[in-house]
């Protein structure tokens, strides 16, 4: 099955930087990698995802990038504002039988951004 | 919209009672999921549901857990006993065609 490995686990930069997080895949077969914000006391939300026919993707001052070769890809937030400040996952499908991927997720980052 | 939407927010219960969480999914998404979120072991995947038949339940800890689907619009995840080890923050999410998985606010669970 899949294993994802994120890091770091914490981040803190500040206002105006970037801030970079990674992530590796075991799987292969994955072909489609999201990455979640969560707020405190809320459900993670998709921000932005990239699946693996492409190497990049940006959104604003969200950009993914992915080296499949390698298994891994990362998050850039560029500009980084307060209220990037959250727990940010990434995730990988996991496939089994009848191709209904589940996502199996990183252990999440926590990032601070300093005023 | 609404989302997904979870009862409880929040549910405090004693050691050895039943619990039971309940989840609506996003109207036409056919696949649910249950997770499970915890400091030590992060976003673990309890079940999951496509067009309301259990796929994989091989994240389920124990024979306490169950989890049914009677219909495309309910779900519940129930926990019998329960016990302090349970206390977590219970996530529903839903998917439709696509990819995209859309979760819930979550079920803060506290077994005291």
């Known amino acids: 099955g899949e294993n994802v490995e994120q890091h770091p686990s914490t981040l803190s930069v500040q206002e105006g930087d970037s801030a970079v997080i990674k992530c590796t895949y075991s799987?292969?077969?994955?072909?489609?990698f999201p990455w979640y914000k969560q707020e405190l006391g809320k459900g993670p939300q998709l921000i932005i995802d990239?699946?693996?026919n492409v190497g990049e993707k940006k959104d604003q001052r969200i950009a993914v990038t992915l080296n499949k070769t390698a298994k891994h890809f990362s998050l850039h937030i560029t500009e980084t504002q307060p209220e990037d400040s959250a727990v940010y996952f990434c995730?990988?499908?996991?496939w089994g039988s009848g191709n209904t991927g589940k996502l199996i997720f990183g252990q999440g980052t926590t990032l601070q951004v300093k005023p | 919209d609404a989302g997904v939407i979870q009862s409880p927010r929040h549910e405090v219960t004693e050691m050895g009672q039943e619990v039971t969480l309940r989840c609506k999914p996003i109207?036409?998404?056919?696949?649910l999921f249950w997770y499970r979120q915890t400091m030590m072991r992060g976003l673990e995947l309890l079940i999951y549901?496509?067009?309301?038949?259990?796929?994989?339940d091989s994240g389920m800890p124990e024979d306490r857990f169950s989890a049914k689907m009677p219909n495309a619009s309910f779900s519940t995840l129930k926990i019998q006993p329960s016990e302090p080890r349970d206390s977590a923050v219970y996530f529903c999410?839903?998917?439709?065609?696509?990819?995209?998985?859309?979760f819930g606010s979550g079920t803060q669970l506290s077994v005291l």
């Open positions: 990239i699946r693996s």
């Open positions: 999410a839903s998917r439709g065609a696509g990819e995209k998985l859309f």
């Open positions: 549901f496509n067009n309301n038949v259990p796929i994989d």
């Open positions: 799987d292969s077969a994955s072909n489609y």
């Open positions: 109207s036409g998404h056919n696949s």
């Open positions: 995730a990988a499908p996991s």
